[in-house]
Every structure is written in C-alpha cells, then in structure tokens.
T-cell receptor
Framework: DTEVTQTPKHLVMGMTNKKSLKCEQHMGHRAMYWYKQKAKKPPELMFVYSYEKLSINESVPSRFSPECPNSSLLNLHLHALQPEDSALYLC????????????FGPGTRLTVL | TQLLEQSPQFLSIQEGENLTVYCNSSSVFSSLQWYRQEPGEGPVLLVTVVTGGEVKKLKRLTFQFGDARKDSSLHITAAQPGDTGLYLCAGEGRDTGFQKLVFGTGTRLLVSP
C-alpha cells in the first residue's frame, strides 16, 4: 500500500464550528506532515510529526491543533477558523531518511464561511 | 532562508512541443524532488535526484540536478495534454534538516491538443 488517504475530501464550516481532518498511511513511514496550500501557490508546511511526536510547528495559530494518535494516523483539529483559512489541506508522510521523499494525500478542500 | 525559484511561472504550449522548466537557488541542497499536481489533488512525486550532475529519465521526462546541487531542470519531450498540471521542485536543505522541504514557486503547464 503506497497511498496516503485523507478525509473528508471537502469540508464547509462556519467560524464557530469544530471539525477535524484525518490522514492515514500504511507505508510504515515515521514522519507525517500537514501542509496548507492556497490557490496557485506551493504548499506551506504547518506541522511535522516524527515518531508520533510533534517536531516542527511553523508558528501556526492555535485554532489549528494537530494530533498523532499512532504511527499511521494524523489528525488536524479545527476550531474558530477564519475565512482566510480556506485552502487545500494536504497530509504527507515520509520514511524520514536523507532524500526525504514525501508522499502526499489527495487533500481536503476546506471552505470557512 | 533557502529559496527555490522556478521559471517560467506559466507555460502554454501545443501537443508535441518540447519544453524545459528550471528550478534555481543560491543554496546547496542535499536532494531535490520534482512533483506534479493536478487541480484539487495532492502533489505526486515524479523523481528524486541526489548526486550533483545526476540525470534521470521517466518516459518523456528528463530531470537533471546541477553539478553544484543548487539547481535542477525538467525537460519534457513531445508534450501531451496529460502532462498539464502544476510542476513543483522541492529541496531538502542542509540548513533546514531532513524533515523540511523547501518548495519552489511552481510552474503551471497547459498542453493543448
């Protein structure tokens, strides 16, 4: 299995809602990532988990809360988001070796009303 | 800060034409990856280059890593409409460690029949 899956595919939420994005991989990768991508821009790194521990937080606002329940799963909890948070949220995983090949999921298209 | 500049930003060509996309930096990278992303989907890894001067071929796509490992190019021969997408280079930087990828600015390719 060489796939990273993400659910849901699309999500529409109000600014007062609480929702979660989910990501799963079964490649035995030890590093998992969350990226945010705005239209026509490259992905921007948000968080990195290494061996289930948060190793990088790119100064992301606290309304985004990551969680890594086990080595295969990664969640992103959303609360009190702003319309400017609307974007494609991508999950990726890697073997965490020197060439750092990252494998991306299909993304969740988030719209905040 | 390590930056990767891609050129051109946008390329619109006819089926059958050849093209080259460039990815340049003033920084040295330990490895460099090329991804293709279609609208609303996650980036798909095409190739990883590690050694300075390395050339890799993937069907009609030829990838080269610069001798000094500061730049890379992607050449497509006889482009087809299926090649349409956003092409992203991404480097693993010595300064950022192996957990972070520096993404290029992206090249949007449109191949018309």
């Amino acid at each position: 299995d060489t796939e990273v899956t993400q659910t849901p595919k699309h999500l529409v939420m109000g600014m007062t809602n609480k929702k979660s994005l989910k990501c799963e991989q079964h490649m035995g990768h030890r590093a998992m990532y969350w990226y945010k991508q705005k239209a026509k821009k490259p992905p921007e790194l948000m968080f990195v988990y290494s061996y289930e521990k948060l190793s990088i937080n790119e100064s992301v606002p606290s309304r985004f809360s990551p969680e890594c329940p086990n080595s295969s799963l990664l969640n992103l909890h959303l609360h009190a988001l702003q319309p400017e948070d609307s974007a494609l949220y991508l999950c990726a995983s890697s073997q965490q070796r020197l060439d750092n090949e990252q494998f991306f999921g299909p993304g969740t298209r988030l719209t905040v009303l | 800060t390590q930056l990767l500049e891609q050129s051109p930003q946008f390329l619109s060509i006819q089926e059958g034409e050849n093209l080259t996309v460039y990815c340049n930096s003033s920084s040295v990278f330990s490895s460099l990856q090329w991804y293709r992303q279609e609208p609303g989907e996650g980036p798909v890894l095409l190739v990883t280059v590690v050694t300075g001067g390395e050339v890799k071929k993937l069907k009609r796509l030829t990838f080269q890593f610069g001798d000094a490992r500061k730049d890379s190019s992607l050449h497509i021969t006889a482009a087809q409409p299926g090649d349409t997408g956003l092409y992203l280079c991404a480097g693993e930087g010595r300064d950022t460690g192996f957990q972070k990828l520096v993404f290029g600015t992206g090249t949007r390719l449109l191949v018309s029949p």
